[in-house]
Nanobody, 119 residues
């Protein structure tokens, strides 16, 4: 089992920045591909970004490309999402997720952290 705990959410104004963290425990963090997802009220959960096991490959949703940066610190078993130039449409609960293999679905999910961006 992998336990994931997100933190760093909050209420900010449009144009501000936030950095989300996802602390992992239970298994060897570097063995897992990681991702960030978000879910806005009344909408389905959507993909935000993903990163491979050693951090050398990343991929972003078009809606966040150029504004968000996913990274990881395997020594600290922590995943990050740096969010710059936030927009009201970024308002959502943000979740981190882990999967052992890139071809499979994400196996483990955190409880989420709320990000609210006011205009």
């Amino acid at each position: 089992q992998v336990q994931l705990v997100e933190s760093g959410g909050g209420l900010v104004q449009a144009g501000d920045s936030l950095r989300l963290s996802c602390a992992a425990s239970g298994r060897t963090f570097s063995n897992y591909h990681m991702g960030w997802f978000r879910q806005a009220p009344g909408k389905e959960r959507e993909f935000v970004a993903r990163i491979n096991r050693d951090g050398t490959s990343t991929y972003y949703a078009d809606s966040v490309k150029g504004r968000f940066t996913i990274s990881r610190d395997n020594a600290q078993s922590t995943l990050y999402l740096q969010m710059n130039n936030l927009k009201p449409e970024d308002t959502a609960v943000y979740f981190c997720a882990a999967r052992r293999f890139i071809q499979t679905n994400y196996d483990y999910w955190g409880q989420g952290t709320q990000v609210t961006v006011s205009s």
